[in-house]
């Protein structure tokens, strides 16, 4: 037995077990040891980031959810990297932020006239049923996922984070279950290897 499946071991024992979500399966029976960032002039980072370490035969992807059999919370896999020993991979370090949002994501289909108002409705077509992410006034010229101090907050566009395997787009809305609309306005790829950083704004749109 490699020095992986002892690392694995120790994890089965003292670590926490969790879930994997997708959308066409669930995977269950890893365990995972995390860390809270201590950083006491940060209580974003306290809240929402984890430091994990992952067994070396995971099937954690980047952009995974998964989900703590515990207490049923949900986080997002942002990065994944191995720890290497004697040429082997012994296990992972992984950062996690933890969903704080889950809501419908729809896609504009086409426009009709309302008889009633006579003004252009959207059609929406529903694109996802449960979408997962982190969703979060930006700092102000800065971004969440930078190692900058708290110190000014200014009110942008809302930023969210998001699995890349939704597949979401420019001009989308996303409705979390707290009731408000918000519009996709911009989607920035390839920050992340397997998560998609969205600019949401207020959707106005009929």
Request: proline share 5%.
């Amino acid at each position: 037995m490699g020095i992986g499946e002892d690392i694995k071991s120790v994890y089965i024992d003292v670590g926490v077990s969790y879930n994997i979500l997708r959308d066409d399966e669930e995977i269950s029976g890893e365990y995972c040891v995390y860390k809270i960032n201590r950083q006491v002039t940060k209580p974003f980072i306290q809240e929402f980031f984890l430091e994990a370490q992952l067994p070396h035969d995971t099937q954690l992807v980047p952009g995974d959810l998964l989900e703590f059999q515990t207490d049923k919370r949900v986080f997002m896999l942002m990065n994944k990297n191995p720890t290497m020993f004697e040429d082997e991979i012994v296990n992972y370090q992984g950062i996690l932020y933890k969903c704080n949002v889950s809501g419908e994501l729809f896609t504009p289909s086409g426009e009709i006239w309302d008889p009633q108002t006579y003004h252009k409705v959207t059609v929406w077509k529903q694109k996802k049923a449960v979408c997962y992410g982190l969703q979060t006034e930006p700092l102000f010229g800065h971004d969440l996922e930078t190692d900058e101090e708290l110190g000014q907050i200014g009110i942008e566009r809302h930023q969210f984070f998001v699995p890349h395997s939704v597949g979401i787009e420019t001009l989308d809305r996303y409705e979390p279950v707290s009731g408000e609309y918000y519009k996709v306005e911009e989607i920035k790829r390839r920050r992340f290897p397997g998560v998609d950083v969205v600019e949401l704004s207020e959707d106005t749109r009929e």
